[in-house]
RNA sequence: GGGGGCGUAGCUCAGUUGGCAGAGCAGCAGACUUUUAAUCUGACGGUCGCAGGUUCGAUUCCUGCCGCCCUCACCA
């Protein structure tokens, strides 16, 4: 049977269905426990305990006048028992009528079977949900990647490690809030539709509102609005909201991924770097309840002390030339024999530094490893270091050769950054990037010497739970839209299409 | 955007050096009173991603397109 006679075949069985008085999708759920509760309670008492459990029909065995099946909620699987003598022949007519996939109550005792399953002896068997399509290959699941991220439902019915992922992925982020909580952070939340777009070097995702006739944009990060509640007097800041960048996808980019930052007045890069090894570690041990990990099969201490490296002179060790000093012919060479093809026309010194260290030291940082000492004119929103007024007060997080966090002492001097935003400005090479006014107003009023944080919520999913793209750690990715005739899609079988209104976009605009 | 790989039944996958399209699971009909990837019997299920081209004949070869994955580029 094809899938669109499958899909009438499932409709019809629910019609006849209701014709017996039994309705496929009932309002009421009867009492239910928890499988893995009612499985654990068994094995610490076995007592005679009647039960109600409810889940979805994931295998099923028939014998004639007995019958098995699993039945799976999210903490685990039990088997149903099914005899005719306990529940009679209308029970099993009902039970031999299921399709893996429906949803299904039962009540009886637990007891064990011969072969030692702990198992419900039904004594009463109620369908609470039909399903139409057919259940996906019971041993092999679901490996074609383009339905696991498209019909995520169907990835997470039938392949438990990924219910696992996400998870982790909750825990991780509470462990997060949990930290800065603790420390006195206060969690705030910032418009994500703005005038403006700034706080990093990204393309945004443009819009427009009809009723104010404006173009609004998506925010690319989170920073420029968080620094302003630092200039009204709150101390310490977070935000762990969705940010939007208008560019490529690959294994670490999703165009809306999950940012955390956090500010603190009175702190500064050194401050942030100490506050990063205290998250990093935190989420390490909520979601893998130790430090030392495995990613892709490669250990990672996040126990030990984190390493630091100067930015220049890691760079000109590595190349054997200074890059601050040397001619911009070889800083292009030296990409060149790294496998840099493409050198753009707008390639200056600080671009040339940026993707020298990013071919040639970025992937050696498998361990933790701070950078740190930025040229500055990379950081347009960091204050100058102490030391030399030509690295900005700044650092990076590296872990498994990524990027995971990036922090700096806040510049706050309002006329130093209306100069590196207009000097940034005229780099940018797609739309005109306006400066953010209202920002250079509010520093103008006075930020306190602080310290921020910008950490890669999805990367660090992907290090904890040994995910290799971003993809997995986001349950419904980015995709391209489905084509008009998709896949394993058909038409309204079984509905009478006549019956269907169609509805004018004005009106489902005022719904 | 460039390069590479892939696309066959609802799912997981074989296969055809160009000659009637295959399996397991699921689904359908039946047998079966302790199975757990139950077993057994039977029948069904395909626009071989889409569109062209070459050919007596194309799922197979060629071209273009679509989708997914990898990779490079872009990406503070």
Redesign the pocket.
Known sequence: ???E??IS?NIK?AQNLREQGIEPYPIRTPETRAIAEVKTRFEENPLDDVVGVAGRLT????????A?G?IQDETGKI?L?M???EIGPEGMDLFN?L??GDWVWARGPVVR?????I?VDVRELVLLSKSL???????????????R?RQRYVDLMVNPSVKQVFRKRATVIDSLRELLQQRGFLEVETPALQPLYG????RPFVTHHHVLDSTLYLRIALELHLKRLLVGGLRRVFEIGKCF?N?????L?NPEFTLLEAYEAFSDSEGMMSLTEDLIRAAALAACGRLDIEYQGTPIDLGAQFECLSMIPTLSERLSLDPMTAPLDDLAHACHVR??????EKADRT?FI??LF??AVEPELVQPTFVTGHPLD????AKSGEDDPERASRFELFVAGR?LV?GYSELNDPVKQRERLLR?RRNE?FEEHLVDEDFLRALEYGMPPAGGLGLGVDRLVMLLTDQ??I?DVILF?Q??PE?EKA??DVPLVGIDASALVPIHVDQMRRA
């Open positions: 049977m094809g899938l006679e499958t075949a069985k295998g099923r065995r028939a014998h004639g006048k007995v098995f699993d088997q028992f005899r005719s003598q009528g399709d893996l079977t011969r072969r030692g399953e198992s399509r057919p259940f996906p290959d019971k041993w092999k699941g679901i490996a074609d990647p383009e339905i991220y706080g990093a070097a990204a960048r560019e490529g996808m690959d294994r980019h496998g840099v093809e493409e050198i753009p671009w940026d993707r990013s071919v990379m950081s347009p929103l990027e990036n940034q090479t290799q793209s993809q990715p995709m391209r084509a896949k394993g």
